[in-house]
T-cell receptor, first 117, second 113 residues
Framework: AQKITQTQPGMFVQEKEAVTLDCTYD???????LFWYKQPSSGEMIFLIYQGSYDQQNATEGRYSLNFQKARKSANLVISASQLGDSAMYFC??????????????FGKGTLLTVNP | EPEVTQTPSHQVTQMGQEVILRCVPI?????FYWYRQILGQKVEFLVS????????KSEIFDDQFSVERPDGSNFTLKIRSTKLEDSAMYFC???????????FGEGSRLTVL
């Protein structure tokens, strides 16, 4: 079974509107963390936001927020007020195990977001 | 802001040649990683490195691959005899022990002809 599922291969949004990118995960480990990364066409991986499994509140970073629904095992990324520069591939990723432990990230297949002017 | 730096940004090599990809992790980070992304596919874990030894490796990381931290600052990935299917973007990443955030470098694109 896939550990990270991103069901939207591509999404379109109008500039200045909000968009939600879906991510569901599968783990039996009580301690885990969820990450979102942005990959522009230039190829680098840019960290956007992180949510730990024990965090009580949804993570927010500027225009990015993570809609964490633990019971549904979903960690959707919400981008508010989309900008043309937000056009990129977005990856959801998960680490399993304690935050301080050594771990690896498992990535989803990504969602290609296109922001239209 | 400190960042992970990788060299070269792009390398073209002939099949069977050895390749070394270099990374300088963020200076106070303790965990180091290599990930790979074949064009159009998802990012895959290759290897993690902590306390001067490999702590975990994936099935992709076979005997053709090796990593080392030769001088306390650089972290290298060596592919001994490249194959066509090694063509990919290789990302180095690092993190501090207490924070979950993994910082990636800008990647090294390897093209094997």
């Amino acid at each position: 079974a896939q550990k990270i599922t991103q069901t939207q291969p591509g999404m379109f949004v109008q500039e200045k509107e909000a968009v939600t990118l879906d991510c569901t995960y599968d783990t039996s480990d009580p301690s885990y963390g969820l990450f979102w990364y942005k990959q522009p066409s230039s190829g680098e991986m840019i960290f956007l936001i992180y949510q730990g499994s024990y965090d009580q509140q949804n993570a927010t970073e500027g225009r990015y927020s993570l809609n964490f629904q633990k019971a549904r095992k979903s960690a959707n990324l919400v981008i508010s007020a989309s900008q043309l520069g937000d056009s990129a591939m977005y990856f959801c990723a998960m680490r399993e195990g304690r935050e301080g432990s050594n771990y690896k990230l498992t990535f989803g297949k990504g969602t290609l977001l296109t922001v239209n002017p | 802001e400190p960042e992970v730096t990788q060299t070269p940004s792009h390398q073209v090599t002939q099949m069977g040649q050895e390749v070394i990809l270099r990374c300088v992790p963020i200076s106070n980070h303790l965990y180091f990683y290599w990930y790979r992304q074949i064009l159009g596919q998802k990012v895959e874990f290759l290897v993690s490195f902590y306390n001067n030894e490999i702590s975990e490796k994936s099935e992709i990381f076979d005997d053709q691959f090796s990593v080392e931290r030769p001088d306390g600052s650089n972290f290298t990935l060596k592919i001994r005899s490249t194959k066509l299917e090694d063509s990919a973007m290789y990302f180095c990443a690092s993190r501090r022990q207490d924070l979950g955030e993994l910082f990636f470098g800008e990647g090294s694109r390897l093209t094997v002809l």
